[in-house]
């Protein structure tokens, strides 16, 4: 199984709201990150965990946080957001070692109101 | 920023013709690894070419590195419709998770 699943596929808040993201994977890596795309734009690297550690923190505003409950699993936990911050985002996977590729999943198209 | 930078933005060609981008990036790495994004969805990863590599070939896909110029190029053979996608190449600057920091992409349009 060498797919990453995401969910919501998209999601629309207010600005006072509360939401979470969600990202699973199978296939045994233990490197797991958030990433942020804006429209026509490249992905922006967010956030790295490594064994299920923070590892890279790209300077994030703090309305955005992230958790690694266990291997498989990533989430994305948003508060107070603002309209600049819509946009794609995108978990991605890969093993914990130099010189291997990650896997994407198919993104959360989220909207801020 | 460290982005790597891109070119043509934009390319249209037409089914059969081969499809050339580049990518210049600025910092050493360990690998340069080109992405191909279907409009609005997730990455899917092409070929990953190491530091001390100049060439690799996958099926219709060749890419060159040129570490002493900092470039890459990503050449499609014989293109398909089914190629129409946006391109990046992303340099992975070391440490024992992958950091990938994505240069601006080509946006590659096929015709019939």
């Known amino acids: 199984d060498t797919e990453v699943t995401q969910t919501p596929k998209h999601l629309v808040m207010g600005m006072t709201n509360k939401k979470s993201l969600k990202c699973e994977q199978h296939?045994?890596?233990?490197?797991m990150y958030w990433y942020k795309q804006k429209a026509k734009k490249p992905p922006e690297l967010m956030f790295v965990?490594?064994?299920?550690?923070?590892?890279i923190n790209e300077s994030v505003p703090s309305r955005f946080s992230p958790e690694c409950p266990n291997s498989s699993l990533l989430n994305l936990h948003l508060h107070a957001l603002q309209p600049e911050d819509s946009a794609l985002y995108l978990c991605a996977s890969s093993q914990v070692a130099v010189n291997y590729e990650q896997y994407f999943g198919p993104g959360t198209r989220l909207t801020v109101t | 920023s460290q982005q790597g930078e891109e070119d043509p933005q934009a390319l249209s060609i037409q089914e059969g013709e081969n499809a050339t981008m580049n990518c210049s990036y600025k910092?050493?790495?360990?690998?340069l690894q080109w992405y191909r994004q279907n409009s609005g969805r997730g990455l899917v990863h092409l070929i990953l070419i190491r530091s001390n590599e100049r060439e690799k070939h996958s099926g219709r896909l060749r890419v060159t590195l040129d570490t002493s110029k900092k470039s890459s190029s990503l050449l499609i053979t014989a293109s398909r419709a089914a190629d129409t996608a946006s391109y990046f190449c992303?340099?992975?600057?070391?440490?024992?998770?992958?950091?990938?920091?994505f240069g601006t992409g080509t946006r590659l349009q096929v015709t019939l």
């Open positions: 965990y490594s064994y299920e550690k923070l590892s």
């Open positions: 296939m045994g890596h233990r490197a």
């Open positions: 992303a340099t992975d600057g070391g440490g024992t998770a992958s950091k990938l920091t």
């Open positions: 910092t050493s790495i360990n690998n």
